[in-house]
């Protein structure tokens, strides 16, 4: 027994200053160290020993959600809401209700855009508008800026008429709910003004300046002034290009603003869902033939979607649902 104790003591003795060393060793090439103690018991004795294990860090990276949240427009004002897209300092466009010729009502709308499927969602359920009129509003979605407007939205505006580069405006819509007693139509709107209204953010348009729409449907209501001719421009309607006719109507002055107005107005045809893609260039260019302006040193501000309401015909009442999605401009 004695033998044996003598035998196992020294060989104990070793491993433990082996393992001491080989811990101090890892302690001191390593900051990132854990230490641990274990008791080694044999018959005879009892050897307190530390272990030193090496901890390798963790890094956690915190997550955020990618989703883009919905954009609810709510002011009634023509007072624009900027979407920005792509994380784009710059707005992608402006949506606005734009209820600017009426004071009162009861009732409600929503007009909601989803940034994920670029779809702008607008719903009207309103009774005893306040006046009666043929177009009480014009909720919209736009690109540039109206002369009203203080900046703008996308990049291709504002664009000189002598010198403008052509581009393609297209788009989704969808006309739900109609009431078919309202005052309705589904058209663009835009604005080709003087050089002194394009580079002075924030000033109304005047006489001297013209608003240019293109219709695609209409419903009790018809384009201010008198129908002055008629055209045809190849749009393409549901992905097909169709040599489609339109009437041109013109008022000299119109009494709310004393601008030049032109619309192009559907003759025989219609469009309230599917695709519709065309060049505003082709419209500008047959604009030039009833305009009372020489127009190439002015300046196509923007270019705006959306649909124009009244209650003239419907007692006050205005009930309609619709949404357009992927609007985009194209330089071509």
């Known amino acids: 027994m ?8 020294p060989i104990i003795v070793i491993i433990v200053v082996g393992v001491i060393g080989g811990a101090i060793y890892l302690h001191h090439q390593s900051p990132n160290v854990k230490t641990s103690s274990i008791t080694v018991t044999t018959n005879e004795t009892t050897t307190l020993m530390s272990i030193t294990t090496n901890t390798v860090p963790t890094t956690v990276t915190p997550t955020t959600s990618s989703i883009p949240q919905l954009i609810y427009v709510t002011s009634s004002a023509s007072s624009p809401t900027p979407v920005y897209l792509n994380n784009s300092t710059v707005p992608s466009f402006y949506l606005e209700v734009n209820m600017w010729n009426a004071k009162t009502w009861n009732g409600n709308y929503t007009m909601v855009f989803n940034p994920l499927t670029r779809t702008l969602s607008v719903s009207f359920n309103l009774t005893q508008v306040n006046p009666l009129q043929w177009t009480n509003g014009y909720p919209e979605i736009y690109v540039g800026r109206k002369p009203w407007d203080t900046s703008y939205a996308g990049n291709i505006f504002p664009m000189r008429i002598g010198n403008m ?3 393609m405006v297209s788009f989704y819509i969808n006309l739900t709910k109609l009431d078919p007693s309202i005052n309705f139509d589904i058209a663009s ?14 000033t109304a348009p005047g006489n001297g300046d013209i608003e240019i729409m293109v219709w695609l449907f209409s419903q009790n209501l018809q384009p201010a002034g008198q ?3 008629e055209v045809v421009i190849p749009i393409y309607i549901n992905h097909t290009l169709v040599n489609a006719t339109f009437q041109v109507w013109k008022m000299k002055n119109v009494p709310w603003g004393g ?7 559907p003759d025989g045809w219609k469009v309230t869902n599917g695709y519709v893609a065309y060049e505003p260039n082709l419209f500008i260019k047959a604009l030039n033939n009833f305009a009372s302006y020489n127009i190439t040193n002015y300046y196509l501000t923007d270019w705006e979607f959306g649909t124009e309401w ?6 006050g009442t205005a009930y309609f649902s619709w949404t357009i999605s992927n609007f985009y401009e194209t330089l071509l």
């Open 2 to 9: 004695n033998k044996l104790y003598i035998i196992i003591v």
């Open 165 to 167: 580069t052509p581009f």
């Open 189 to 202: 709107d835009a604005w080709i003004v003087r050089p002194q209204i394009a580079f002075s953010p924030g």
């Open 227 to 229: 129908q002055v001719g």
């Open 259 to 265: 601008w030049e107005y032109i619309a192009f107005r």
């Open 310 to 315: 009244g209650t003239m015909t419907s007692n």
